[in-house]
């Protein structure tokens, strides 16, 4: 998956669990069921997953890519 930010131009491009994650919550999930989905399909514990997803939502905002409210 590739994002574009269309006020700069740039493209983020996103690994096979980025996508997921972004998908998940572009559907409306929240970030703790991505996670528990995550680690009963990858070989991840639940911990591991929720940093990721926290690590990947606080990336994305760091560069106005989200908002989180």
């Known amino acids: ?21 972004l998908t998940a919550l572009l559907d409306g999930a929240h970030p703790d069921r991505i996670a528990e989905r995550l680690a009963a399909t990858r070989p991840v514990t639940y911990d591991r997953a929720r940093a990721d997803v926290t690590a ?3 990336h994305l905002e760091q560069h106005r890519l989200v908002t989180l409210s």
């Open 56 to 58: 990947l939502l606080a």
């Open 1 to 21: 998956m590739v994002l574009l930010d269309e006020r700069t131009g740039r493209y983020w491009q996103l690994n096979s669990t980025g996508a997921i994650i």
